[in-house]
């Protein structure tokens, strides 16, 4: 970093400092891409009744309302000679992180009964969603505080690319442990190895990515950052409460946050009933104990990451979209999303095999670990 080149109040930063601000969020994104895509197959593995996920899944928007608002004022008034304002907040968070992520496929191992099993993993569930929203809101806040205005859009396409990068490693982990030989069944109650060793690997990228950020990111100390910022020295801005801000704010605002409110309502489902639609659709099973219920598993991972590749294909070219033609491109996105959303809920047709309800045996026994007969009509 050169101090003494200055763009905009805060100094221009090199490449690589830029690419060590984020590179922590990949193990980040693994794990909580693991969550969304292997969460509610772990949950009704472990014996959870479908209609029930979506008070378990509630714990996710829930840990993110009130964890990362916090996280941020707080570490806003936090200063750890050598540590730094955000880096001690993501260690405490990855480290909270490690051990739940850790937990939480072996709940099962303890031989507790069913009500103990789920009701233990709901707990690790949300130990682990706020440990996960620890670690994300001082990525977010790293590049506020260390990256100038002309520099922060590209800051933020790095940190988006980590974040992708990280999704689709964490979607296909159950997916390539299937392909190595690793079972994707288990007994009643168990969860299989395909899915454990997935976590077990987000744990090993989690711990090694946040080592990389806190060894190579040196925040700025305090009066430097209140220089950079044009702060008094106490380092505050005038505040708003937060009904004046909702109140001065544009419309554009209100308009993506309805738009914003709905989508995700779709993308819960999506969530927590994936490996379900698949796993009845396409292998007609419902039963969580079956092979064709966990192929669907492995299934659902791997759409999940074409979903995060789809995103940095969208996101490049929304890039090149004039501003004028921006809801033309969100409205004709939303009503693809709507009809992607509604074919998944009454296709039975495989994309990889092209074959209706029961898609070929020999190449499912292949690709994801299907006894010969478990497709039979």
Not at 59 to 88: C, E, N, Y
């Amino acid at each position: 970093m050169n101090n003494n080149e200055k763009t905009q109040g805060l100094p221009k930063l090199s490449i690589a400092a830029i690419w060590f601000l984020s590179f922590g969020i990949l193990g980040v994104q693994m794990s909580f891409g693991l969550m969304n895509s292997q969460l509610g197959r772990i949950f009704q593995t472990l014996g959870t009744s479908p209609s029930l996920l979506g008070l378990l899944f509630i714990i996710l928007p829930i840990a993110g309302l009130f964890v990362q608002p916090l996280v941020g004022g707080w570490s806003d008034r936090t200063w750890i000679p050598k540590w730094g304002r955000r880096i001690p907040y993501l260690i405490v968070g990855t480290i909270a992180a490690a051990i739940t992520l850790f937990l939480l496929p072996n709940v099962g191992d303890f031989g507790w009964p069913s009500v103990v099993t789920i009701s233990l993993a709901a707990v690790i569930t949300l130990v682990l969603m706020v440990a996960f929203n620890m670690c994300v809101q001082p990525y977010k806040m790293l590049i506020g505080d260390m990256v100038n205005q002309r520099q922060s859009g590209f800051a933020y396409s790095i940190q988006s690319f980590f974040l992708n990068i990280g999704s689709v490693l964490a979607c296909l982990s159950p997916w390539l442990f299937t392909e190595i030989g690793v079972s994707n069944t288990a007994s009643k109650g168990m969860v299989p190895n395909s899915v454990i060793f997935s976590f077990y690997v987000a744990v090993v990228v989690l711990i090694f990515c946040t080592i990389v950020t806190v060894l190579k990111v040196d925040e700025y100390p305090p009066k430097q950052f209140n220089d950079y910022h044009g702060l008094e020295q106490n380092g505050k801005r005038a505040k708003k409460s937060t009904w004046m801000l909702l109140k001065d704010a544009p419309r554009v605002f209100w308009v993506v946050s309805i738009i914003q409110l709905f989508a995700y309502i779709g993308f819960a489902y999506m969530w927590m009933y994936g490996t379900s639609i698949i796993a009845k659709n396409v292998f007609n099973t419902t039963d969580p104990m079956s092979s064709g219920y966990q192929a669907g598993g492995n299934l659902f991972g791997i759409l999940s990451a074409v979903y995060a590749l789809a995103a940095v294909v969208v996101s490049l070219v929304l890039a090149r979209i004039p501003q004028r033609k921006y809801k033309l491109f969100f409205s004709i996105s939303l009503v693809i999303g709507g009809m992607g959303f509604l074919m998944s809920a009454l296709s039975h047709t495989t994309f990889f095999t092209g074959n209706c309800v029961y898609p070929d045996r020999r190449w499912l026994g292949r690709n994801f670990g299907l006894s010969v007969d478990v497709c039979d009509p």
